[in-house]
């Protein structure tokens, strides 16, 4: 017997134990050293990215 769901589970249980944390905004920002300068803006930023759900945040300088 197979139900068909319209709503898709989440498998990855690692990720989904990180994104509790995550939830609560509780990242785990890592400098992304390979970007700190925009490009598009042309001015210099900290770029960190979150190692558990790859968010990002940029903060200018
Ligand atoms: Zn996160």
């Not at 898709?8 to 249980?13: A, E, G």
């Amino acid at each position: 017997m197979a139900d068909v769901i319209p709503f898709r589970k989440p498998s990855l249980k690692e990720k989904r134990k990180g994104n509790i944390l995550c939830r609560q905004g509780h990242h785990k920002w890592e400098l992304d050293k390979a970007k700190q300068f925009d490009v598009k803006q042309g001015k210099l930023v900290t770029l960190y990215r979150c190692v558990r759900c790859r968010k990002q945040k940029v903060t200018l300088l």
